[in-house]
């Protein structure tokens, strides 16, 4: 109490100190659980983010395996179904060959049996073109390695057939615009 008398009347008692103390040390722990409870709710509002990424995600992965499988079972009923087309128009080509053989089985006439090969061929390269195949014509034109194999060359009969194409061994064809087989060809030196 000796204390007290040499205080300034300014200084107050340390006792009111501590307890102003007590109560910023409480506003302090108040600040600092809001904090914690701010990071809880935002902790939880991420593992929300979280779990309805995932859930989308996975939505998004089946699709895509739902949409591999569909694109994958039309692509090769697509293949089936051509395969028929093409089937359906060559059986009236069989027919003509099956009558064909009939007709010239006890025939002695090489014409007779050249008629017949030559409207069965005819009727069936009819069906190919209307179906988008189509012959190259190459004997006697430039060497295009894109289109042509080239088996061999020989001396040219002539000189303007020169590094061009003397002879045909096998026919190239087109399908549409793609070549679905090279012409195998004789080149002239």
């Known amino acids: 109490m ?16 501590t307890s102003e103390h007590t109560a910023g040390e ?17 902790a939880s ?37 051509a395969n028929q087309e093409l089937m359906v128009a060559l059986l009236p080509v069989i027919d003509d060959f099956d009558r064909a053989r009939q007709h010239t089985q006890g025939a002695t006439d ?13 009727k069936l390269t009819k069906t190919l073109e209307n179906k988008g195949l189509s012959p190259m014509n190459a004997k006697g034109g430039d060497f295009d390695a894109e289109l042509h194999e080239a088996i061999t060359q020989i001396p040219a009969p002539s000189d303007d057939l020169r590094g061009k194409i003397v002879d045909e061994i096998e026919k190239g064809y ?6 679905i087989r090279h012409a195998k060809v004789i080149l002239g030196q």
Do not use: C
């Open 26 to 42: 409480q506003d302090i722990a108040t600040d600092a659980a809001t904090p914690e409870a701010s990071a809880s709710e935002g």
């Open 110 to 122: 090489p014409a007779a049996l050249q008629n017949a090969l030559d409207i069965t061929y005819n």
């Open 174 to 179: 087109y399908l549409g615009d793609k070549v």
């Open 45 to 81: 509002r991420t593992e929300t983010e979280l779990a309805d990424l995932k859930d989308k995600y996975l939505r998004l992965a089946a699709e895509f395996e739902n949409y591999k499988r569909r694109t994958a079972k039309e692509r090769s009923d697509l293949f089936k179904t």
């Open 2 to 17: 000796t204390d007290d008398k040499h205080m300034n009347p300014d200084e107050q008692p340390l006792a009111d100190t």
